[in-house]
């Protein structure tokens, strides 16, 4: 019989079963005093991030190497992976754009030419952007965590992990199952396209489809000193779900939510400073907000809904060396790097066409949370990300704990056409 | 010709013959860093003229913006070659300049920089909110690069002798006007703009006239920016490139035509030196910056001529 890539996935690697492996070589290491298992022997496969690892957007990049260093320490310390005949040590190759077109160029240029990367990790936005012509045409695997960089031209550009901003279907399907008595929304967000009004289109999408009602939207800039105003329009509205699409500013938005008294349930996609806003504000009142990164402590990132080695073992890791500096990112770009390994291993090769070949023919891709399925084509004109589940993650008792675990994929197989329309209102690009 | 004439001569062209045989001893990314640096050596030169005058403003990098948007619509919307396009992108920043100046020229020296700023604020803004044709924050992708025969500019060595040739030239140009009558009168606008309007020197048209023509030039940076990087958008031109660009004005010096050349390219090599630090890397450069302002208070344009008077007093002693 002939072996499907998908079938060579499950054979040869699974996340979990990576984990198991990693564990036992890691501890046969230990017990025996002996070195790094099979470092003789071993070749290295370079990765790289193109990221911003300073300026304002430096939390969205940085983070994700230390999450990549830590992942990649601890498959080399196992003695690295087996890709077709050779075994490889992963090294991690970065360079900090600071979110400049201009040095991103350079980045890209320098890791592919240079440092001999055979996939290169960005955030998204204007960095991939100008860096998509030249990737193309060198055919080099590139991912990003925006899947609305993917155009039909970006053949070499996929969405693996997050897909920024789809999951947030989920944080409002399941707050309109438990909280029916919700029939009004009101929705802020920053005003720029990649993150800011997509996440709204989306949001606006799925409060449609949950038939709850957006009474008001702010699209407000990067430049804001005092929230106190907008947010008082949009209470003035009376909205029973108080909305944040975007994260940037979600700490003095809380606040003045606190401050203006508002009774209602909040949303937000992100909420990686939480203990902040508890601080600001107080337990009892961000009691039930609800987001969608967990942390990777959380009891409920079982082997059975999370595909990520050791979860809590990473989050100790992680809070070890970088305490305070934890991001949503901390665990993405990892997730993508695990993403690679299992194609790379499905594919024989570490080279980058191989790769994205194998990693398309599986119709059942790992994702962070379970196995998704690739889409976007409805969109964006190409099937280049990974959609699944996601986790709705709600702050119960001062503490982010998953909810459930809701279908991103399902979601969008029944809704698409919503979304494309809400998308298309706010002029963003669609096919 | 005089001795320093010839001296000056042979070593501009001694700095030619070497940037056309540096690129392929570079590495590949640091090919990338010369072409945006040598832009950015227009961006300074250009901003310079701006403040012959006497002025400062916070809108030249916007002006690049208006060039690079223009270059970017013209050849991807309206099919315009990219050769046209990149003068007509100054052309275009030069009218906009020429707009501006009549509102921004009631105001002189603070009350004109902040103006500078809120205006140019205004356009970088109207790029966000107008998704229809400027595509927002995201700006515009997939801008084609220049075509000629079988060369391929989308890779670096060629677009850099295009780039170095396209700067060269504007480089000549400006210097010819700095040295030319036009430039003695904005010398004279600046530092005695009483005694010059005394004779008859229309001082609000010369500081009109130095603003369109800074503009015209680094309008042609913003199109010669583009049309390597592929694309546009509104972060590229906000203020805190700005702060750059006067950064390295301030501490390469303003006295002399080479002082902001010797500025961008000092401290641009400096960044990219201290890209290992990662992190840490902004605050090396912002106590290298404190140095040099508080121990080269003339900038890096004294730096030779210091040289200079220690060889004499060692010669004649």
Same mark, same amino acid.
């Given at each position: 019989?002939?072996?499907?890539?998908?079938?060579?996935?499950?054979?040869r690697?699974?996340?979990?079963?990576?984990?198991?492996?990693?564990?036992?070589?890691?501890?046969?290491?230990?017990?025996?005093?002996?070195?790094?298992?099979?470092?003789?022997?071993?070749?290295?496969?370079?990765?790289?991030?193109?990221?911003?690892m300073t300026?304002?957007?430096?939390?969205?990049?940085?983070?994700?190497?230390?999450?990549?260093?830590?992942?990649?320490?601890n498959?080399?310390?196992?003695?690295?992976?087996?890709?077709?005949?050779d075994?490889?040590?992963?090294?991690?190759?970065?360079?900090?754009?600071?979110?400049?077109?201009?040095?991103?160029?350079?980045?890209?240029?320098k890791?592919?030419?240079?440092?001999?990367?055979?996939?290169?990790?960005?955030?998204?936005?204007?960095?991939?952007?100008?860096?998509?012509?030249?990737?193309?045409?060198?055919?080099?695997?590139?991912?990003?965590?925006?899947?609305?960089?993917?155009?039909?031209?970006?053949?070499?550009?996929v969405?693996t992990?997050?897909?920024?901003?789809?999951?947030?279907?989920?944080?409002?399907?399941?707050?309109?199952?438990?909280?029916?008595?919700?029939?009004?929304?009101?929705i802020?967000?920053?005003n720029?396209?990649?993150?800011?009004k997509?996440?709204?289109?989306?949001y606006? !999408?799925?409060?449609?489809?949950?038939?709850?009602?957006?009474?008001?939207?702010?699209?407000?800039?990067?430049?804001?000193?005092?929230?106190?105003?907008?947010v008082s329009?949009?209470?003035?509205?009376?909205?029973?779900?108080?909305?944040?699409?975007?994260?940037?500013?979600?700490?003095?938005?809380?606040?003045?939510?606190?401050?203006?008294?508002?009774k209602?349930?909040?949303?937000?996609?992100?909420?990686?400073?939480?203990?902040?806003?508890?601080?600001k504000?107080?337990?009892?009142?961000?009691?039930?907000?609800?987001?969608q990164?967990p942390?990777f402590d959380?009891?409920?990132?079982?082997?059975?809904?999370?595909?990520?080695?050791?979860p809590?073992?990473?989050?100790?890791?992680?809070?070890?060396?970088?305490?305070?500096?934890?991001?949503?990112?901390?665990?993405?770009?990892?997730?993508?790097?695990?993403?690679?390994?299992?194609?790379?291993?499905?594919?024989?090769?570490?080279?980058?066409e191989?790769?994205?070949s194998?990693?398309? !023919?599986?119709?059942?891709?790992?994702?962070?949370?379970?196995?998704?399925?690739?889409?976007?084509?409805?969109?964006?004109?190409?099937?280049?990300?990974?959609?699944?589940?996601?986790?709705?993650?709600?702050?119960?008792?001062?503490?982010?704990?998953?909810?459930?675990?809701?279908?991103?994929?399902?979601?969008?197989?029944?809704?698409?056409?919503?979304?494309?329309?809400?998308m298309?209102?706010?002029?963003?690009?669609?096919? | 010709?005089?001795?320093?004439?010839?001296?000056?001569?042979?070593?501009?062209?001694?700095?030619?013959?070497?940037?056309?045989?540096?690129?392929?001893?570079?590495?590949?990314?640091?090919?990338?860093?010369?072409?945006?640096?040598?832009?950015?050596?227009?961006?300074?030169?250009? #901003?310079?003229?701006?403040?012959?005058?006497?002025?400062?403003?916070?809108?030249?990098?916007?002006?690049?913006?208006?060039?690079?948007?223009?270059?970017?619509?013209?050849?991807?919307?309206?099919?315009?070659?990219?050769?046209?396009?990149?003068p007509?992108?100054?052309?275009?920043?030069?009218?906009?300049?020429?707009?501006?100046?009549?509102?921004?020229?009631?105001?002189?020296?603070? #009350?004109?920089?902040i103006?500078?700023?809120?205006v140019?604020?205004?356009?970088?803004?109207?790029?966000?909110?107008?998704? #229809? +044709?400027?595509?927002?924050?995201?700006?515009?992708?997939?801008?084609?690069?220049?075509?000629?025969?079988?060369?391929?500019?989308?890779?670096?060595?060629p677009?850099?002798?295009?780039?170095?040739?396209?700067?060269?030239?504007?480089?000549?140009?400006?210097?010819?006007?700095?040295?030319?009558?036009?430039?003695?009168?904005?010398?004279?606008?600046?530092?005695?703009? +009483?005694?010059?309007?005394?004779?008859?020197?229309?001082a609000?048209?010369?500081r009109?006239?130095?603003?369109?023509?800074?503009?015209?030039?680094?309008?042609?940076?913003?199109?010669?920016?583009?049309?390597?990087?592929?694309n546009?958008? +509104?972060?590229?031109?906000?203020?805190?490139?700005?702060?750059?660009?006067?950064?390295?004005?301030?501490?390469?010096g #303003?006295?002399?035509?080479?002082?902001?050349?010797?500025g961008?390219?000092?401290?641009?090599?400096?960044?990219?030196?201290?890209?290992?630090?990662?992190?840490i890397?902004?605050?090396?450069?912002?106590?290298?910056?404190?140095?040099?302002?508080?121990?080269?208070?003339?900038?890096?344009?004294?730096?030779?001529?210091?040289?200079?008077?220690?060889?004499?007093?060692?010669?004649?002693?």
């Amino acid at each position: 019989m002939t072996k499907t890539p998908t079938s060579v996935f499950r054979q040869r690697f699974s996340r979990r079963r990576f984990l198991g492996t990693t564990l036992a070589g890691m501890g046969a290491a230990l017990t025996t005093g002996l070195p790094k298992v099979g470092l003789a022997d071993a070749k290295t496969v370079r990765l790289g991030m193109n990221i911003p690892m300073t300026g304002d957007y430096a939390p969205w990049g940085l983070p994700g190497l230390y999450g990549c260093e830590i992942v990649a320490a601890n498959i080399n310390a196992a003695g690295g992976v087996k890709i077709g005949n050779d075994t490889y040590m992963i090294e991690m190759a970065s360079y900090d754009h600071g979110y400049d077109t201009e040095k991103s160029v350079q980045g890209f240029k320098k890791l592919v030419l240079e440092d001999d990367v055979k996939m290169v990790m960005m955030l998204g936005g204007s960095t991939v952007a100008s860096i998509i012509p030249w990737a193309m045409r060198k055919k080099m695997l590139t991912t990003t965590l925006l899947p609305s960089d993917i155009t039909p031209d970006t053949e070499y550009l996929v969405a693996t992990c997050e897909s920024h901003p789809l999951y947030n279907v989920t944080g409002v399907e399941w707050l309109a199952d438990k909280f029916p008595e919700a029939k009004t929304a009101a929705i802020i967000t920053t005003n720029d396209i990649e993150y800011g009004k997509q996440s709204a289109a989306t949001y606006n !999408a799925a409060f449609e489809v949950a038939g709850i009602d957006v009474v008001d939207v702010n699209f407000h800039g990067f430049d804001v000193a005092d929230f106190a105003p907008i947010v008082s329009s949009l209470l003035s509205k009376k909205p029973d779900v108080f909305c944040m699409a975007t994260d940037v500013y979600t700490t003095p938005i809380i606040e003045q939510l606190f401050h203006q008294g508002f009774k209602g349930k909040i949303v937000s996609c992100t909420c990686d400073g939480y203990l902040d806003v508890i601080a600001k504000t107080s337990k009892e009142f961000v009691e039930g907000l609800t987001f969608q990164f967990p942390d990777f402590d959380d009891p409920a990132l079982t082997p059975d809904k999370a595909d990520f080695p050791d979860p809590a073992g990473f989050d100790a890791a992680f809070n070890k060396d970088h305490a305070g500096e934890w991001s949503a990112v901390a665990w993405e770009y990892p997730s993508i790097l695990l993403n690679w390994i299992e194609a790379a291993q499905a594919a024989g090769s570490i080279e980058p066409e191989p790769v994205l070949s194998a990693m398309k !023919a599986n119709s059942s891709p790992a994702h962070t949370f379970g196995p998704g399925k690739w889409w976007g084509a409805d969109l964006w004109g190409l099937d280049n990300a990974v959609v699944g589940n996601w986790p709705v993650v709600a702050i119960n008792d001062g503490k982010a704990r998953i909810q459930e675990y809701r279908s991103v994929y399902d979601w969008l197989q029944n809704n698409a056409g919503v979304l494309k329309k809400h998308m298309q209102a706010l002029d963003l690009r669609t096919v | 010709m005089g001795a320093n004439k010839l001296t000056h001569v042979a070593g501009t062209a001694a700095l030619l013959i070497a940037l056309v045989i540096l690129p392929g001893h570079l590495k590949y990314h640091h090919q990338d860093f010369i072409i945006f640096l040598t832009i950015n050596v227009l961006v300074v030169v250009s #901003y310079r003229l701006m403040t012959l005058t006497g002025e400062w403003s916070l809108i030249h990098i916007v002006m690049m913006g208006v060039g690079a948007y223009t270059s970017a619509l013209l050849s991807k919307n309206l099919g315009v070659s990219v050769w046209l396009s990149i003068p007509l992108a100054g052309v275009s920043a030069g009218a906009v300049a020429a707009l501006l100046s009549f509102p921004l020229f009631r105001m002189t020296q603070f #009350y004109f920089l902040i103006g500078s700023f809120a205006v140019g604020e205004a356009i970088r803004l109207a790029w966000v909110y107008f998704v #229809y +044709p400027f595509g927002g924050s995201s700006g515009i992708n997939t801008i084609p690069s220049p075509e000629l025969f079988t060369i391929d500019f989308m890779e670096p060595i060629p677009y850099f002798y295009l780039v170095l040739a396209v700067v060269t030239l504007c480089l000549l140009i400006l210097h010819r006007i700095e040295n030319s009558r036009i430039g003695l009168t904005l010398h004279a606008v600046h530092w005695k703009s +009483p005694l010059a309007e005394s004779v008859g020197v229309n001082a609000w048209k010369y500081r009109t006239l130095a603003f369109i023509i800074a503009s015209i030039f680094v309008g042609v940076a913003g199109a010669l920016k583009v049309h390597y990087l592929g694309n546009v958008t +509104p972060h590229q031109f906000g203020v805190g490139t700005m702060v750059f660009v006067l950064i390295w004005v301030i501490v390469g010096g #303003y006295n002399t035509f080479y002082g902001p050349i010797l500025g961008a390219i000092v401290l641009s090599i400096l960044d990219e030196a201290f890209r290992a630090f990662e992190a840490i890397r902004p605050a090396i450069y912002g106590v290298l910056l404190i140095a040099a302002i508080m121990f080269m208070p003339r900038g890096l344009e004294s730096v030779p001529g210091w040289f200079r008077e220690r060889l004499f007093r060692k010669t004649a002693e």
